[in-house]
């Protein structure tokens, strides 16, 4: 009776560490996982970070989701599915640039870098429908503007597009790079290079004299802020989408050393004095660009501006040993630590520069595509010593790869615009 007793008194105990126990277990078996080896699906989630993106950064309705509910695709995890197939277009896609083709340059993780899914947390991305596109946007004219990045996703749409629809024409538009156009559906898609969206090139001192030449400057590039690079001066007036980008050529030392060539700006053909440093210079280009394109585009045309491609150079940067020699995503503690803005590290580039993106476009009618929080996780997509390049390429993005998503992306975005237009 006693025994009996006292395990009464002590069975409260033995429930609360069973329930305890249970509890712990529970928890860790659906901690996240990036170990390829696990036949489950393994889950690499994140909240964005709202005093960067903003509270209506890329919110676009789903046309897929009961009653047109709004959805940030931007936020969500990379879902593992060691079955998953991708058979949009292969590595024998031609447009491919050959440091980007990962499968055939051997890469180690070339066909596992596909099988990492976006998957939006609040709603329901939809799958590329390349022939459903080519319907859509029939009699239309899309045009990317911008650096390699743009190229990179310009590739990844022509050879989805291309995999369905034989009848292709080789041809660009006034000042464009690339240019294709699928005859059978008069839709074209163009690549405009630019690498800093204003008209830039090399200066050298006068000997007479001038403003710069009083302040010691001998060389450097001068950039004129209003002024269009002619690369896609005409584009404006041709394309019914156009999809901006700009940002990495803003910080690269190795391109404009701020002491041997720094970037020199000029505003209606003088020289802005005293002179600015790249990133206010960077304000006053992107000012004028949404001026330009707004006096200049079709009534009804749609303008987006892609948010930056984050880098992952590690050990330092490109030209100084860096390296990025993952073959799984991020953890988020990592992200931070590569991109925090406190850290003030290697790869700041992305955020810094997507700041001045939403200033500039703030109360604008352009739409902003975000692509920089999602794609941070991504350490493992780019093409590293495959690259063909003296360095690790850590910059831009394996074929298949995320670009792919983007496009996925992209096209619900382009979706949604057209429901609510």
Known sequence: MAATKKFSSLFPLFSLICFVSVFILLSLSRKPSISSSSTNPQFLEFKPITAIIGANATTGSDPDASGGSLCDFSDGSWIYDRDARFD???SSCKEIFKGWNCILNNKSNGRDIVKWQWKPRNCHLPPFNPLK???TYRDTNIGFVGDSLNRNMFVSLFCTLRRVSGDVKKWRPAGADRGFTFLHYNLTIAYHR?????RYGRWSANGN?????????????RVDVDIPEGTWEKAPSFHDILIFNTGHWWFAPSKFDPVKSPMLFFEKGLPVIPPIPPDVGLDKVLKHTI??????MQPGAIKLFRTQSPRHFEGGDWDQGGSCQRLQPLLPAQVEELFSLKNNGTNVEARLVNQHLYKALKGSNFHIFDVTRMSEFRA??????AGGKKHDDCMHWCLPGITDTWNDLFVTHLNS?????
């Open 88 to 90: 949009r277009y292969d």
């Open 133 to 135: 596109f080519l319907h």
């Open 194 to 198: 630019t690498n800093l969206l204003a």
């Open 209 to 221: 004299g001038g403003k710069l030449e009083a302040l010691g400057y001998k060389e450097g590039y």
């Open 291 to 296: 001026r330009y394109v707004n006096k200049t």
């Open 380 to 385: 493992d997509a780019h093409p590293s010593a």
């Open 417 to 421: 615009l057209k429901i609510r237009n």
